[in-house]
Nanobody
């Protein structure tokens, strides 16, 4: 089965850091663009970032640009979201998604309908 599994979430203090991982099983990520999304309670799911299949192109939401770099290691079949200095407003359930196209979709990679496989998500809570 084609699956994505997120890990690395948890409780983090403002000013701390977390690294979320998105591991694929059942398929190789070589030709897939990968996006990160998040959903806070009572809010709609929103795009966070996207990385092209080769890792040469990235896109970020304005709210996380400069703080949450996205990266990938295709040899490990894994994509990462490094959360540096998270804020309480970053608290959300984080999902990764794979697109069976090499490039990120339009709208800075946040077009949810463009992604084919979704993970189950991992909770990130930013609190003192």
């Amino acid at each position: 089965q084609l699956q994505l599994v997120e890990s690395g979430g948890g409780l983090v203090q403002p000013g701390g850091s977390l690294r979320l991982s998105c591991a694929a099983s059942g398929f190789r990520l070589h030709y897939y663009a990968i996006g990160w999304f998040r959903q806070a309670p009572g809010k709609e799911r929103e795009g966070v970032s996207c990385i092209s299949s080769g890792g040469t192109n990235t896109a970020y939401a304005d709210s996380v640009k400069g703080r949450f770099p996205i990266s990938r290691d295709n040899a490990k079949n894994t994509v990462y979201l490094q959360m540096n200095s998270p804020l309480p407003d970053d608290t959300a359930f984080y999902y990764c998604a794979a697109r069976s196209v090499a490039s990120c979709p339009g709208s800075r990679g946040m077009q949810q309908s463009a992604y084919d496989v979704w993970g189950q998500g991992t909770q990130v809570t930013v609190s003192s």
